[in-house]
T-cell receptor, first 114, second 114 residues
Framework: AQSVTQPDIHITVSEGASLELRCNYS??????LFWYVQSPGQGLQLLLK??????LVQGIKGFEAEFKRSQSSFNLRKPSVHWSDAAEYFC????????????FGAGTRLTVKP | ETGVTQSPTHLIKTRGQQVTLRCSSQ?????VSWYQQALGQGPQFIFQ???????GRGNFPPRFSGLQFPNYSSELNVNALELDDSALYLC?????????????FGPGTRLTVL
């Protein structure tokens, strides 16, 4: 079965600095990969997704992620972090095309320093 | 277009009791998935309902059960509550069972079992 590892439990960056959140997946076939953000008291919001095509995908709020099959990674990046980006970020993998049993990582909590 | 809503927001129960959580899907969505998110963890897939039938189940015991109604609203029922059932319960709706990338999450119900 598919699985996801997010190696960083908590990351602190200064406002305006660049950000990279790591995600490693395990899945035998072509993965369907996602990044979600969860703010306190909010549901998960989809930032971006990858299934095929260009390995660099653009998402909402200025985020992008790069799929690297050789490294089994799907890292999330943002060139300049805003204070409003402070939240919990989850990477997830699913078996296309069926969306049941989507597997999430444990999440990375992002703190943004003024 | 209304989003995914869940009720109640918070709930406190004692061990051994039963609980029902409710989810109202986004308009036009016929698929709903339920997830359990323990503190400090990513969401774990409980089960999915598609057009009122269970369409996949994660590694949860039978005391976790669900229903989906003709209007595509949904319930999650948990019998014989255990302390470890304390978690945030999320539902997510999507237009169809295969539409992983258009799964919209509700804000969740926080269940505390004492």
């Amino acid at each position: 079965a598919q699985s996801v590892t997010q190696p960083d439990i908590h990351i602190t960056v200064s406002e305006g600095a660049s950000l990279e959140l790591r995600c490693n997946y395990s899945y035998g076939a072509t993965p369907y990969l996602f990044w979600y953000v969860q703010s306190p008291g909010q549901g998960l919001q989809l930032l971006l997704k990858y299934f095929s095509g260009d390995t660099l995908v653009q998402g909402i709020k200025g985020f992008e992620a790069e799929f690297k099959r050789s490294q089994s990674s799907f890292n999330l990046r943002k060139p300049s972090v805003h204070w409003s980006d402070a939240a919990e970020y989850f990477c997830a993998v699913a078996a296309y095309p069926n969306n049941n049993d989507m597997r999430f990582g444990a999440g990375t909590r992002l703190t943004v320093k003024p | 277009e209304t989003g995914v809503t869940q009720s109640p927001t918070h709930l406190i129960k004692t061990r051994g009791q039963q609980v029902t959580l409710r989810c109202s899907s986004q308009s036009g969505h016929n698929t709903v998935s339920w997830y359990q998110q323990a503190l400090g963890q990513g969401p774990q897939f409980i089960f999915q309902y598609y057009r009122e039938e269970e369409n996949g189940r994660g590694n949860f015991p039978p005391r976790f059960s669900g229903l989906q109604f003709p209007n595509y609203s949904s319930e999650l029922n948990v019998n014989a509550l255990e302390l470890d059932d304390s978690a945030l319960y999320l539902c997510a709706s999507s237009p169809s069972a295969g539409d992983t990338d258009t799964q919209y999450f509700g804000p969740g119900t926080r269940l505390t079992v004492l």
